[in-house]
């Protein structure tokens, strides 16, 4: 059983963002398209693994997305798996190409188009967070599990070698496709339910309620200040900037297009890229309003959650978990 479904990640909407507000000529433009690209790609394979994740039986499994928890550190699993008998924390790649994985080094070399790199290791990744996850099972006094580990290729076509005598490594690795089969493989393994009637559900809510939202600084991440970024309110038919505020509509005068709602979006980016609260000064500046009245209508339509006193101006929030329900 999907106990959550797998959020578009911050980072990737973050980019998204950036592109939309940055001109084309800006320094940083094609680092950025380049790292959307990578999002977009880890991505999809995680969706891909959903697809083969929802085989597992419902009454057996609860599989938990995105889990981003706390030690001393954050660490992030892409999805972990929970019986009443054992967890599985997956880490899953969107790989293309060969990865050749060096006993003597530890490290792994992917090799494209006759292009060899260093990535950095999944299988090391993997275990970490797997004791990262048995630490914060130990700090949280939960009921101690087996908790395995795997590496999931996302696609069939990533080709995985290592030196010979070291293939036992592969036993941790597998492609999607095999997911089902692995799984029911590793409950093999085992034979307590250690985690009986509601326990199971018990822990897992508890895990979810854990969860520490990722909301990265981006325009630090990019050294990117704030004035760089263009404000206005995109069009949602040619996306040019900004659109004009008429008769309670917006009109793009490029392609003439009228919207009522096209304020959304530049709320959204606004919580994206700024990480500040929302007061109604930056909603009129950031969305080009010219009376502060419109401003102040429009942004009580959001019903943004808010906070004020009399001394200063409210400030409207946006709490992460939020981004994609509202709009
Ligand atoms: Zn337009």
């Known amino acids: 059983m999907i106990l959550n479904e797998r959020p578009i990640p911050i980072p990737l909407l973050q980019r998204e963002a950036l592109l939309r507000r940055l001109p084309k000529t800006h320094s940083r433009y094609h680092d950025i398209e380049k790292e959307l690209i990578n999002w977009k790609t880890g991505y999809s394979g995680e969706k891909n693994v959903d697809y083969y994740l929802s085989y597992l039986p419902d009454d057996q499994y609860r599989i938990m997305n995105d889990l981003r928890l706390k030690n001393k550190n954050t660490f992030q699993i892409d999805t972990l798996i929970m019986s009443q008998i054992f967890g599985l924390?997956?880490?899953?790649?969107?790989?293309?190409?060969?990865?050749?994985?060096?006993?003597?080094?530890?490290?792994?070399?992917?090799?494209?188009?006759?292009?060899?790199?260093?990535?950095?290791?999944?299988?090391?990744?993997?275990?970490?967070?797997?004791?990262?996850?048995?630490?914060?099972?130990?700090?949280?006094?939960?009921?101690?599990?087996?908790?395995?580990?795997?590496?999931?290729?996302?696609?069939?076509?990533?080709?995985?070698?290592?030196?010979?005598?070291?293939?036992?490594?592969?036993?941790?690795?597998?492609?999607?496709?095999?997911?089902?089969?692995?799984?029911?493989?590793?409950?093999?393994?085992?034979?307590?339910?250690?985690?009986?009637?509601?326990?199971?559900?018990?822990?897992?809510?508890?895990?979810?309620?854990?969860?520490?939202?990722?909301?990265?600084?981006?325009?630090?991440?990019?050294?990117?200040?704030?004035?760089?970024?263009?404000?206005?309110?995109?069009?949602?038919?040619?996306?040019?900037?900004?659109?004009?505020?008429?008769?309670?509509?917006?009109?793009?005068?490029?392609?003439?297009?009228?919207?009522?709602?096209?304020?959304?979006?530049?709320?959204?980016?606004?919580?994206?890229?700024?990480?500040?609260p929302l007061t109604v000064r930056d909603f009129q500046g950031f969305l080009i309003i010219e009376q502060r009245g419109v401003a102040k209508y429009l942004l009580h339509t959001l019903h943004l959650p808010a906070d004020g006193n009399s001394k200063r101006a409210a400030q409207y929030f946006l709490p992460p978990d939020c981004i994609l329900s509202l709009f």
């Not at 003597?104 to 188009?113: A, E, F, S």
């Not at 492609?175 to 326990?199: F, H, T």
């Open 89 to 276: 924390v997956l880490e899953i790649k969107n790989i293309t190409g060969t990865l050749f994985f060096d006993q003597n080094t530890n490290g792994v070399i992917r090799r494209y188009k006759e292009i060899e790199e260093g990535i950095s290791n999944p299988l090391t990744q993997a275990k970490r967070h797997r004791s990262q996850l048995m630490q914060w099972n130990l700090a949280h006094k939960l009921k101690p599990i087996p908790i395995e580990y795997l590496v999931v290729f996302s696609r069939n076509s990533t080709i995985l070698k290592t030196n010979p005598g070291n293939e036992h490594i592969f036993k941790h690795m597998i492609y999607a496709e095999n997911l089902e089969e692995k799984v029911a493989q590793i409950s093999e393994k085992y034979q307590n339910p250690l985690l009986k009637g509601r326990a199971l559900t018990q822990a897992c809510d508890y895990l979810l309620s854990q969860r520490i939202p990722s909301y990265p600084d981006i325009l630090k991440t990019y050294s990117i200040p704030k004035s760089d970024i263009r404000p206005g309110v995109p069009c949602p038919k040619c996306q040019a900037l900004p659109m004009i505020r008429v008769s309670a509509a917006w009109y793009c005068s490029i392609c003439k297009t009228y919207s009522k709602n096209a304020h959304l979006i530049a709320v959204k980016d606004f919580f994206l890229l700024m990480n500040v």
